[in-house]
């Protein structure tokens, strides 16, 4: 990020936030949304449409908040609250250019196509199969009564 103009904390933001507004706002996460329904006795899904709305809203304001930041830094880098600390990082990367930027190799195609099929089957066993809850909600739930 430094190299683009920015400072550290907005990779940092960037990793973070979207990491912790997916878990908590997860629509589809397997664990968070499948096993929480499972126990709850509600149908698989239900519910999406309101889940959908709030990960779009949440994960808006949060794109919202760290552009806002993100062109701050790179208006006035000395506004930075990591300013010092990467000046060292302005000063070695600043010799690299994006001119000269590689296109998508094969590899790199495969990692991604793999990746979405991954996703897709995920998806799928879950909407399609109901996977991997009639394993874990009756554990969970195990544990949620012995605790009483």
């Given at each position: 990020m430094v190299s683009m103009g920015f400072d550290s904390m907005v990779g940092l933001m960037m990793v973070h936030f979207s990491?912790?507004?997916g878990a908590s706002v997860a629509f589809i996460n397997p664990y968070n949304v499948g096993v929480g329904q499972a126990l709850a006795e509600v149908p698989m899904m239900s519910g999406i449409g309101v889940r959908i709305a709030m990960w779009a809203v949440m994960m808006g304001l949060t794109s919202i908040y760290i552009l806002r930041y993100a062109l701050k830094v790179k208006a006035h880098p000395e506004t930075s609250i990591c300013y010092e600390s990467d000046l060292k990082k302005r000063e070695e990367y600043g010799k690299y250019t994006t001119d000269a930027l590689e296109g998508l190799s094969v590899?790199?195609?495969?990692?991604?196509?793999?990746?979405?099929?991954?996703?897709?089957?995920?998806?799928?066993?879950?909407?399609?199969?109901?996977?991997?809850?009639?394993?874990?909600?009756?554990q969970v739930e195990c544990l949620l009564h012995q605790q009483k």
């Open positions: 990491v912790a507004v590899r790199g195609s495969l990692v991604i196509i793999l990746t979405l099929a991954g996703l897709a089957l995920i998806v799928y066993g879950v909407m399609k199969q109901g996977c991997l809850f009639e394993v874990e909600a009756p």
